[in-house]
């Protein structure tokens, strides 16, 4: 193995993947099976799990995935999850909680219940799949090779332009804190947390602004790199810190945005 690629090895190692089933959640397991490792994905929608696990499986890739129902909303469903990968594993390597949803309305209508769903699946299930599963990971861990947890954050948890998605916002916005948070209180027991702030990226949510060539281009036309993300972004985020090249990174908001995080309005000196 020559040292780029044992820096950014993932060989071996087991995750779990929440909302793996589409999007970024899809785009980082497909980036771990292809790195050699096994990749446990979970969401509601079981039989998509299972059909995306087998598509990796296809990929002839080092790694291998597993696919299985799970339901992150609720108390009785992170409780369920966690016992179902711990009869898959008694080391967990990498957590990367992904899943989430999203509800916009106007602020005067916005429901009760859509904003109590979306902080349960984006915010709360963080919290507590995270300390279910945390025996898990202190059992992978080492001092050279620390586990790892990748929260998912948004660039709308730092940027206040989530139009009318005003739980969604709020909750990624506070993903990020807590994120900073479990990085000093799980420093001492080896294990690191970070969090992805991704930009506009294909995907079912997203599809409304990005679900077409001519929506992708014209999003892509307003952020400063021109476009907007695509798997191999996520994908090397992804391996950069679930391997060895991260494992001194902790505590850090990554932005996968293509610079909408510094983007401003017009230069205050020039015309």
Not at 98 to 120: I, K, L
Not at 153 to 174: E, H, L, N, V
Request: glycine content about 10%.
């Amino acid at each position: 193995m020559s040292y780029l690629e044992e820096l950014f090895s993932v060989e071996g190692k087991t995750a779990l993947v929440t909302g793996a089933a589409t999007g970024i959640g899809r785009m980082a397991a497909t980036a771990l099976v292809r790195a050699g490792a096994r990749a446990l994905i979970a969401s509601r929608k079981g039989a998509d799990c299972e059909s995306v696990a087998a598509e990796l499986n296809a990929l002839d890739a080092p790694g291998h995935a597993e696919g299985f129902a799970a339901d992150v909303s609720t108390e009785n469903g992170i409780l369920a999850l966690a016992e179902e990968v711990k009869s898959r594993t008694g080391a967990l390597n990498i957590l990367i909680n992904n899943a989430g949803v999203s509800w916009g309305e106007a602020y005067e209508t916005f429901p009760y219940a859509a904003w109590t769903r979306v902080m349960n699946v984006n915010l709360t299930a963080i919290f507590h799949l995270t300390r279910e599963l945390l025996p898990l990971m202190e059992a992978a861990a080492s001092e050279a090779d620390p586990a790892r947890v990748i929260n998912l954050g948004s660039i709308m948890g730092t940027q206040p332009f989530a139009d009318r998605a005003y739980s969604y916002a709020a909750s990624k916005a506070a993903v990020h804190h807590l994120t900073r948070m479990l990085a000093i209180e799980f420093a001492g027991r080896r294990v690191t947390v970070n969090a992805f702030a991704p930009g506009p990226f294909p995907s079912r949510m997203m599809a409304f602004a990005v679900g077409t060539e001519e929506k992708a281009e014209r999003m892509g036309a307003r952020i400063p790199l021109g476009r907007i993300g695509a798997p191999d972004d996520i994908a090397g985020a992804t391996l950069y810190l679930c391997s060895r090249a991260g494992a001194y990174v902790t505590g850090a908001i990554l932005p996968i945005d293509g610079g909408q995080s510094v983007q401003h309005g017009l230069p205050p000196f020039t015309e």
